[in-house]
């Protein structure tokens, strides 16, 4: 039933944002065409935080970004021209393609404090989408997919699942939702994918008999069906079907290794685009060699 436990690792991002990454894991680099699973915070940002904080503008290819918010609020800008303010339980849904920019500020937070407490997933493309243009949909939490049944609260942030489909365009098979339980609530975990996991962000479940705590991703098989909160939870469901080897470099996905090396050569010769109101500083391009071995589940 759990093929595998992923707990978090902390990682520090620098200007006092750390979090906890969970994908890629050496043993299960993916699960489905989720590619990336940060957990972020939860942290207090007192009001006049540094700039250094801010995630600057830096460049994605071949995959679709989706940052998910308990609490906080994050500026987006990019490369398209979007300026939006995502707020919890609302959907940012950035498909990078053959390239975009981006920044995440933390405007509000500099100017009136915040609590800061999320997750940001990305979401590799087909091989067929790897090179399509980019875009860039909002979803208001109002217009996301929600129900409510014994105890869970639950929100579909992007796919197919629970009878319901989410807003966002998505490119291969998947489900991505956000639970919210109730002390003895059950929830069932969407079937009819050949990768599913199940993240606990807060609180404990208990699945299969044992109990997990706050931090840990189940990687599940095929018969897991329900999950019991032992006591108020936040918990993450997500899967889809493979979409194959993927390389990954800083913040490039792509099934070539060459079109990461191209990537990584046209942002630091400056050929990328910043977003038009946030092109006064960059990212650099980090010192270390574009990979030669794929990202891929390793069991």
Known sequence: MIEMVIEQRRRSLGGGMEVGRVLPFVKQRMVGPFIFFDHMGPLDIAPGVDRSMDVRPHPHIGLSTV????????????SLGYEQMIRPQEVNWMTAGRGITHSERFEHA??????????????????????????????AGCDLPQWSDAGVAGQLIAGSAYGLTAGAETHSPLFYAHLDMSPGATAEIPSGHKER???????????????????????????????????????MVLGGEPIGE????????????????????????????????????????PDEPVPSTPVKKEL
Do not use: C
């Not at 067929?128 to 980019?134: F, H, M, Q, R, V």
């Not at 479940?205 to 999950?227: D, K, W």
């Open 110 to 139: 500099r100017a009136h404090g915040d609590h800061l407490h999320g997750i940001q997933a990305w979401v590799a493309l087909p091989t067929e989408y790897e090179e399509i243009a980019p875009s860039f949909s909002h979803h």
């Open 67 to 78: 940052t998910y918010l308990y609490s906080g609020q994050v500026m987006h800008r990019d």
């Open 246 to 285: 993927r390389f990954i470099y800083w913040n490039f996905v792509s099934s070539s290794q060459d079109r990461l090396a191209q990537a990584a050569s046209d942002w630091a010769a400056g050929k990328m685009k910043l977003p038009d109101a946030d092109d006064e500083e960059f990212t650099p391009l």
């Open 197 to 235: 996991a199940l993240y606990i962000a807060t609180g404990a479940v208990e699945l299969a008999g044992t109990r997990f705590e706050s931090g840990r991703m189940l990687v599940l098989g095929p018969a897991a069906s329900r999950v019991l909160a032992l006591e108020h939870s936040r918990v």
